[in-house]
C-alpha cells in the first residue's frame, strides 16, 4: 500500500441534472441544468513515487494500463498535465465518486472536472470558468464523441445555468420546492438515443425540427418560472417536454412508468432527465411532505434509488 501524505492538489465537482432541453441543446438550442449536491465528485493528487497511478471504483493500478473504460478521464489528466505543467511520473491520482456512471447525472464530466481543479491546485493556479471547460470538453469528446458543453458547465456550477450554443448564464431562483431525481436501474443509452434522433431528422426532418424547436421554447419559458416561482407552470412544461421526448424516441418503459407513478403522488410535473433510454426522471414536488410521497411512490414503482435537491438550500 503506498504511503501518503497530505495531498499535493484536491478537486472537487458535483452531480447535474439537466431541467429542460435535453437533446434539443445539441442542435443549438436553449437547455437548463442545475446542481445535484447530494452527489459529488473528489480527487486527491498524492506523490508515492514510481509510475503513475490511478485509483477508482473501476481500476486501480499503473496509468499505463488503465482500460478504455476510463479514457475520459485519462484524457483529462493527460491535458491537465500538459496545461499547468505537471509531471505525472511518482503521481497517485485517486477519485472518489458517488454519481452512478450512465445516468444522466453527469458523471463523465464530473470526473473530469475534479481531476482539471486537482491538477490546477497542485500549480497553485486559480483558472477561469473558461480554461475549466476547455480542460474538461477535451475528455468529454473521448467519452461522448460531440458533447454539446452542457454537463462541463453544470457540474462546476452552484446555481442554476442556462446553456445555448456555448454560451452560458447563471439564473436566478426564487421557486419553493423540492425536484426529486429518481433512478430507473437501467444504464442510460446516451450514444444511442442521439444517433436515433439525428437519423429520424434526417428521415422526418420538418416533424423532428419541429419539436425540437418545441423543447427549445419550452426550456427558455422554464427561465421565468424559476425565477417568478411559478411551480404549476414549470410542472406543466416538464411533463410536455417528457411528451416530445417520448415522440422522439428517446424515452422507456421504464422512465414512463416512473413518469406516471411521480405525477399520481402529487408531482407538478416529471419527465427524464439526460441522454434517456435508461437513467434517470426528475419530478418537481412542491412541499416536502408531497415530496416525500412522490419518493416512496417512484421506488415503490421500480426506482432503484433516489435524491432530493431542495431549491431553497444553498449549494456548497
Not at 434539443?24 to 438550442?29: E, I
Not at 493500478?61 to 485519462?74: E, K, M, Q, R, V
Not at 412522490?294 to 431553497?312: F, K
Request: with cysteine; net charge negative; aromatic share 4%.
Amino acid at each position: 500500500m503506498e504511503r501518503r501524505g497530505a495531498a499535493l492538489g484536491t478537486g472537487h465537482t458535483r452531480a447535474k441534472f439537466i431541467l429542460m432541453g435535453e437533446h434539443s441543446v445539441v442542435y443549438g438550442h436553449s437547455a437548463i441544468a442545475l446542481p445535484l449536491p447530494a452527489l459529488s465528485m473528489d480527487v486527491e493528487v498524492h506523490a508515492v513515487g514510481g509510475a503513475a497511478r490511478i485509483r477508482s471504483e473501476y481500476f486501480s493500478g499503473p496509468l499505463a494500463d488503465a482500460p478504455s473504460t476510463l479514457a475520459g478521464p485519462i484524457a483529462a489528466i493527460n491535458a491537465a498535465s500538459g496545461a499547468f505543467d505537471v509531471p505525472l511520473d511518482g503521481l497517485l491520482i485517486d477519485i472518489e465518486s458517488s454519481i452512478p456512471a450512465e445516468r444522466g447525472l453527469g458523471s463523465s464530466a464530473a470526473a473530469a472536472g475534479a481531476l482539471v481543479h486537482a491538477f490546477a491546485d497542485m500549480a497553485h493556479r486559480r483558472i477561469s470558468d473558461r480554461e475549466h471547460y476547455d480542460l474538461v470538453q477535451v475528455a468529454e469528446r473521448v467519452a461522448h464523441g460531440t458533447p454539446s458543453g452542457l454537463d462541463a458547465v453544470a457540474t462546476n456550477s452552484r446555481v442554476p445555468v442556462l446553456f445555448a450554443g456555448g454560451i452560458t448564464a447563471a439564473l436566478p431562483m426564487t421557486l419553493q420546492g423540492s425536484f426529486v431525481i429518481a433512478d430507473t436501474g437501467v444504464r442510460g443509452r446516451t450514444r444511442v438515443a442521439v444517433a436515433g434522433l439525428r437519423r429520424l431528422r434526417e428521415e422526418r426532418p420538418v416533424w423532428a425540427e419541429s419539436r425540437l424547436d418545441r423543447l427549445g421554447r419550452l426550456a427558455e419559458d422554464a427561465v421565468a418560472d424559476l425565477a417568478e416561482a411559478r411551480g404549476e407552470a414549470l410542472g406543466v412544461r416538464m411533463s410536455e417536454a417528457h411528451g416530445i421526448l417520448s415522440e422522439l424516441g428517446v424515452s422507456s418503459r421504464e422512465l414512463d412508468v416512473l413518469v406516471t407513478a411521480a405525477t399520481a403522488a402529487g408531482a407538478l410535473g416529471a419527465k427524464l432527465t439526460g441522454g434517456g433510454q435508461g437513467g434517470c426522471v426528475v419530478a418537481l414536488a412542491p412541499t416536502p411532505a408531497i415530496a416525500a410521497d412522490v419518493t416512496r411512490a417512484l421506488h415503490v414503482a421500480g426506482a432503484t434509488r433516489s435524491w432530493v435537491y431542495d431549491t431553497m438550500v444553498p449549494v456548497t
